[in-house]
């Protein structure tokens, strides 16, 4: 990942991910696609792109879905989209 700065965020979206605790069993699916996704973004070579809209996709679902159980981990979702688009990725 050429960025550092996004490379870092993801990192520590990453490991929050990882160690949510207490999460709906109906949400621990979209936990689950959100880690490997983020891991993807973060092994993610040059020649290889990323499929960000479905990753985009699933940060979002994750805000809606942890915002009121995981406040914390919703706005560390959101920050992700947002800095996602302020690269135009």
């Not at 949400?27 to 809209?53: F, G, N, V």
């Not at 679902?61 to 920050?79: K, R, T």
Request: net charge negative.
């Amino acid at each position: 990942m050429a960025n550092p700065d996004l490379h870092r965020l993801l990192t520590d979206l990453h490991q929050q991910l990882l160690e949510a605790r207490s999460v709906d069993p109906k949400d621990q699916a979209l936990l689950r696609h959100l880690a490997e996704d983020i891991r993807a973004l973060t092994k993610a070579r040059p020649t290889e792109p990323p499929e960000y809209a479905i990753v985009r996709q699933r940060l979002m679902d994750g805000v809606s879905a942890f915002e009121a159980s995981h406040p914390q981990l919703s706005q560390a979702l959101a920050n992700v989209i947002d800095t996602l688009a302020l690269y135009n990725i």
